[in-house]
């Protein structure tokens, strides 16, 4: 059992590397191991392309040894068509008759069908094998298909003395340069990126990655009444956007205005929205308005906040956490980086 959890892990590293790339699928990975020596290994390493499955098998030297291997895989081999053929077929085919499972997948699409398939045709199923730590690696994935909404990371940046800006909303430079270079990381991590209407008009952001290596986020901004100016970043048709408005107005070809149906449900219907477009993760960078509504409806995974030791006295105050979940802290520079975890989001 202790080999099993030694390449389990090993999967779940590679499975790690997928980490934006593969969205909106789950990171994936794939260990073969005949007589305790790894003789393959895979991830899903971009979204369309071939799975951790046959990236795996597709790198043994010696198919031979398959039927006599253990195949490591991160999350139950799928078992339908999709932009690849089944990967359980895909196994079967090269003769694999043992699958050591970490998570079973929640997609309808699949539940089960994969591990039923591999059981069916006799091969021997070892399910859970680091359970835990594959949820935490896809928890993006599992929220959207268990709770039916974004995985939704809130972040900010605070002074020492708890405001978010300078008096009427005017921005700030708050945190350091390795906060700011975290932050781009982080853009590459989720699907998309979310500000409220007074972020946008006040930071006019470019909610791009610039100082980090991956794949830039969705765009998302709340413009209920239309007040972003042409000329700001959001405006500039140079990416994927789409802008949440009570107003009408006519896309561009890669902006596009979503008209919602009511302000006092607002955030409910941009959340349906995004899970019907299959958004799987969204970070919320902003501002204090948006923050606190979704604070207050309790709709948050996650919530990092940068605090600097740097003092401004008065300005806009920095959103109020309404319970103290767990967290975890740490030190970047001269700024203190803190992560709480919501163990109860609303469903």
């Known amino acids: 059992m202790n080999s099993d959890k030694k390449y389990m892990r090993r999967a779940l590293d590679l499975a790690a590397l997928g980490a934006g790339w593969a969205r909106p699928n789950p990171m994936v990975g794939c260990v073969v191991v005949h007589e305790h020596r790894i003789i393959g290994e895979g991830w899903h390493q971009q979204y369309g392309g071939p799975h951790a499955e046959v990236n795996a098998i597709n790198s043994v030297q010696d198919k031979s040894l398959l039927p006599q291997s253990r195949v490591y895989v991160t999350l139950e081999p799928c078992s339908h068509y999709g932009k690849t053929p089944p990967c359980a077929d895909f196994l079967l085919q090269h003769g694999v008759q043992d699958v050591v499972i970490c998570n079973t997948d929640p997609n309808p699409l699949v539940a089960g069908r994969g591990i039923q398939k591999l059981v069916d045709a006799g091969c021997k199923v070892h399910i859970g094998v680091l359970e835990e730590e594959g949820q935490e690696l896809n928890r993006r994935f599992f929220t959207f298909q268990t709770q039916k909404r974004s995985y939704l990371v809130l972040k900010w940046a605070q002074s020492a003395d708890g405001f978010i800006a300078q008096p009427n909303y005017q921005p700030c430079q708050i945190s350091g340069p390795i906060a700011k270079q975290l932050v781009h990381k982080w853009r590459t991590e989720e699907q998309a990126i979310l500000v409220g209407t007074r972020t946008a008009l006040h930071d006019n952001p470019q909610l791009n990655v610039r100082h980090w290596p991956g794949p830039p986020p969705l765009r998302l901004a709340i413009d209920k009444q239309l007040q972003i100016p042409p000329t700001h970043h ?77 003092k401004l006295h008065q300005g806009v105050k920095a959103p109020h956490l309404p319970i103290m979940p767990s967290a975890t802290r740490h030190l970047l520079g001269e700024d203190e980086l803190t992560v709480y975890r919501n163990t109860s989001p609303l469903h």
Request: aromatic share 6%.
């Open 234 to 310: 959001l405006l500039d048709d140079s990416t994927p956007t789409l802008l949440y408005t009570l107003q009408k107005k006519e896309s561009t070809t890669h902006t596009e205005f979503v008209t919602l149906p009511a302000e006092g449900l607002l955030l409910d219907h941009l959340l349906e929205d995004l899970y019907q477009r299959n958004v799987q993760s969204v970070l919320v960078e902003g501002g204090t308005v948006l923050l606190e509504a979704l604070l207050e409806k309790n709709l948050w995974d996650e919530v990092r906040i940068f605090q600097s030791p740097v």
